[in-house]
């Protein structure tokens, strides 16, 4: 899904120029430390978001999630965390890893998400459960963190994405998913079929079932 306009994506790029980067493995745990070749740039404590600019910047992104019906609907957003911007020139790469269960704000991490704001000119494509994600520069995809995922590597050019963490209203992906396939049919006639609704009445009937 979309979600930031090529203004706002500008602007990011530009900005995160002038941030502070660092080796990637040194942000993350145990096996995921051995397989993460890229660069990042944390929010959390870096002098270069407490400016104006910075903060608004970061603003502006956490809006653009929050208008997004769609994001709304899959994620049921409590709260989302600050954000870690990711850079990979040619050679980087992300291998297959699940997220922390707690995020670096210190509450649970339900779902994982990637804003990319330049893709590589070939390769750099996020894998999630096995399945490569076609993003372009300002979309978002959001996966749950406990599933499987990485970034392939980059051949040409280079790839620069945000990543962060929600923690939803609901923890339990499956009840989510049910709720946003109610929401949708509530709200859109056309998405009312026979076949999904029974198909919510029977995962409604195992879930609830003596």
Not at 5 to 30: C, E, F, H, I, M
Not at 127 to 137: C, F, L, P, Q, Y
Not at 196 to 206: D, G, H, K, T
Request: aromatic share 8%; with cysteine; proline share 4%.
């Amino acid at each position: 899904m979309i979600v930031l306009a090529p203004g706002l994506v500008a602007q990011l790029l530009t900005y995160v120029d002038r941030l502070n980067w660092k080796d990637g493995s040194v942000t993350a745990k145990g096996a995921a430390a051995s397989v993460k070749r890229c660069l990042v740039a944390n929010t959390f404590g870096e002098m270069a978001f407490q400016t104006q600019e910075g903060a608004e910047l970061l603003a502006h992104v956490v809006s653009a999630l929050m208008r997004s019906e769609e994001f709304q609907e899959r994620a049921l957003p409590f709260r989302i965390s600050e954000m870690r911007f990711m850079r990979y020139p040619g050679g980087g790469s992300y291998g297959l890893h699940t997220d922390e269960p707690i995020n670096p704000n210190g509450f649970r991490a339900d779902l994982s998400f990637t804003l990319l704001l330049q893709p590589a000119s070939v390769g750099g494509d996020l894998v999630v459960d096995g399945e490569t994600i076609r993003m372009v520069a300002g979309d978002v995809y959001l996966y749950p963190s406990t599933t499987a995922h990485g970034v392939t590597i980059v051949d040409a050019g280079e790839r620069i994405a945000i990543v962060g963490w929600v923690q939803s209203y609901v923890r339990d992906h499956a009840k989510r998913a049910l709720i946003a396939d109610l929401n949708r049919m509530a709200n859109n006639e056309h998405e009312r079929e026979p076949v999904r609704i029974q198909a919510v009445r029977n995962e409604l009937l195992r879930r609830w079932g003596g």
